[in-house]
């Protein structure tokens, strides 16, 4: 019992001693398996030597890596290999799987499909695609940031003359026919 | 003497030693590895030739198998949108990827778009609507070993996965799913289990 052991790392000398320590001081009852006398007569191992109490405060104090590593052993780790039929039942399962979508329709304007709660995707890039050349004639027109005026604005595309309701408003012309989504007033 | 032993030596990658003294092969029929490297066994599968159907047979329907290889995504991402189309019609498996938000759905319709047009070009299809998804499987591709630098210098390998998307599409409606088994066919099974036995060892 009191042959001395030279572990070469350090950290394992001072956790080796720390433990020897626990057991010393009885606070580790569960270690022996319930013997009823663990101080009795048994057979001798080989174990770290005796130390005074101030090596112990010593290796607390040189380092906290060995107090985490201390944790470490008792960390959750797995104990066995998931086979490959177990990893199957798990990412097969039915829970897992895609689920197929029931909400989906045809759009009555274009024919694309589209989901019922949103829009259907064709004919927002179409709006998109003449939004971006209605702001390009815009910007022609204004020459420059901060030059919005205070009215309104109307677009009107070929062929077609401002109403009198569209009397003091801003006119913006697109050279091309009017599309048919896009409603006159 | 060296030179005539390089000469013994490189005799044997002569390539005229190698065909039968009796073949009319030229040298220049022999193949060199293309970009093209293998064509793997899917592709191989289109070039089969039927010999033509006796007048009382059923009509066979088209088959088309088409993959692409090497895609950016991980092998068992891909699985889980291949388990969803296998089975369905070819209009449904394109609506249910369009709105699906997985990377890889956008690349297995582009697949399934490719696969519709050579039916109906080259695979004597007439209705472009009239396939369904016989097979719809993965394969890993060519995996690379890269490192993946995390904080105080430590560094952990990380795989970057590619895989393959092979899809069989055959001509006609989708077959009909199969119901579920119920508790009645399941006793059924068990009671004629237990009717088959017979007396062994005996007279």
Redesign the interface.
């Known amino acids: 019992v009191l042959v001395l052991v030279r572990s070469p790392l350090p950290w394992l000398r001072a956790l080796l001693q720390r433990s020897w320590g626990r057991l010393e001081r009885g606070l580790w009852p569960g270690v022996f398996g319930g013997q009823s006398s663990p101080w009795g007569p048994a057979l001798a191992v080989q174990g770290p030597a005796l130390v005074p109490q101030g090596i112990n405060d010593a290796g607390e104090s040189s380092g906290e890596a060995p107090s985490l590593l201390e944790g470490v052993v008792w960390m959750a780790a797995p104990k066995h290999r998931r086979t490959i039929e177990v990893n199957r039942c798990r990412r097969r399962n039915p829970s897992k799987l895609i689920e197929i979508k029931r909400n989906i329709d045809v759009c009555p304007e274009c024919g694309n499909l589209k989901q019922k709660h949103v829009l259907c995707g064709y004919c927002y890039a179409k709006v998109k695609e003449e939004t971006r050349l209605i702001r390009m004639e815009i910007q022609k027109k204004e020459g420059g940031p901060f030059n919005a005026p205070v009215v309104e604005t109307v677009v009107l595309y070929e062929g077609e003359k401002p109403t009198e309701k569209d009397e003091g408003k801003r006119i913006i012309e697109r050279a091309r026919k009017r599309p048919s989504w896009f409603v006159q007033n | 003497s060296g030179a005539v032993w390089a000469r013994g030596l490189l005799s044997w990658a002569r390539p005229e030693r190698w065909l039968a003294s009796g073949s009319l092969f030229p040298l220049s029929c022999i193949h060199t590895s293309t970009s093209l490297q293998k064509i793997g066994k899917w592709e191989k599968k289109n070039r089969i030739v039927y010999p033509p159907q006796l007048p009382g047979e059923p009509r066979r329907p088209a088959e088309i198998y088409h993959c692409r290889r090497e895609i950016k995504y991980s092998n068992?991402k891909m699985w889980?949108?291949a388990?969803?189309i296998k089975g369905m019609s070819i209009d449904q498996a394109l609506?249910?990827l369009?709105?699906?938000d997985?990377k890889g759905a956008k690349v297995i319709k582009e697949v399934l778009l490719e696969a519709q047009e050579m039916a109906v070009r080259k695979h004597n299809v007439e209705f472009k609507s009239n396939l369904h998804i016989a097979e719809s499987q993965t394969g890993r591709g060519r995996y690379v070993k890269r490192m993946r630098c995390h904080g105080k210098g430590m560094f952990g390998m990380m795989k970057i996965n590619r895989c393959h998307y092979f899809v069989k599409l055959v001509e006609g409606p989708p077959p009909p799913p199969e119901p579920p088994r119920t508790g009645f066919e399941q006793a059924k099974e068990y009671v004629q289990q237990l009717r088959n036995r017979t007396l062994v060892h005996t007279l």
Do not use: P, R
């Open positions: 068992d889980y949108l388990k969803l609506a249910q369009e709105f699906s997985k």
